[in-house]
């Protein structure tokens, strides 16, 4: 996300939803934004799009924050949880009024919001829709997922490379950013983001389900906190490092 994805959506001049563990304001801007939304579980990623609606630019500072990671299952579930209930909230609040957040926008900053947040929650909620149907015409003996002939078997081709490209890339990129700042070793686990996505479907619908029946609840992440960091940084250009 920090290492890759943030920052090609700032080249590309799109909004960037904020991330909780460092920002720097200046604060006349802050204050005439409104600040955070209490009742948003992620009030920072919608704070970056509420200051992009108003025509300010948000840009990646050349620094790394660190921060601790769930300690177990159960906290890293509910973390990935209240990150999507947080995105699903922003989405919702913005698109209240499309048309005006168009405007504000512009089309290429309106898409671009969509396709980032709108494309996560999406992806993440369909995705294992996809296999268990898949699963379920094959446990009947139905064959009718093999391509068919003619003008469908075109578009099954294409659904099919768009899911493998899709896959390569995700990996490719994955392992690329991790290996960037750290080794070959943690990279190869990129492998293994199928497996991650399907822990991330799994929080979405718990996210989608925490939406309906306690949208503004905070499932707080526990922190037993570390006095330093003893993990090197591969890249010379980091600096500035603060412990989260």
């Known amino acids: 996300m920090f290492d890759a994805i943030l920052p090609t959506v700032q080249r590309l001049r799109l909004p960037i939803p904020l991330g909780g563990t460092s920002n720097h304001f200046r604060r006349e801007v802050l204050e005439k934004s409104g600040g955070w939304d209490p009742y948003n579980v992620t009030e920072d990623a919608d704070l970056g799009i509420r200051l992009a609606r108003q025509g300010w630019r948000v840009e990646m500072l050349n620094s790394v924050t660190w921060e601790e990671a769930p300690g177990d299952a159960a906290a890293w579930f509910g973390q990935r949880a209240r990150w999507l209930k947080g995105w699903m909230q922003t989405s919702l609040v913005h698109l209240r009024h499309p048309r005006k957040l168009w405007s504000e926008l512009g089309p290429r900053a ?46 099954w081709w294409v659904g099919v490379a768009n899911l493998a490209f899709a896959y390569i890339v995700g990996i490719a990129l994955t392992g690329l950013a991790t290996l960037r700042r750290h080794d070959a070793r943690l990279a190869a686990h990129a492998i293994l983001l199928p497996v991650y996505w399907m822990m991330i479907s799994i929080a979405a619908y718990r996210a989608l389900l925490d939406l309906i029946r306690s949208p503004f609840h905070w499932r707080k992440t526990p922190h037993t906190g570390r006095a330093q960091c003893k993990t090197p940084l591969n890249s010379a250009k980091r600096t500035d490092v603060e412990l989260g």
């Not at 396709?115 to 009718?144: C, R």
Request: aromatic share 16%.
């Open 110 to 155: 309106f898409l671009g919001f969509n396709i980032l947040m709108g494309g996560v929650i999406l992806s993440a909620l369909v995705h294992p829709l996809v296999y268990a149907y898949a699963l379920w015409k094959v446990a009947l003996g139905d064959l009718s997922l093999w391509p068919p002939d003619g003008w469908p078997g075109v578009v």
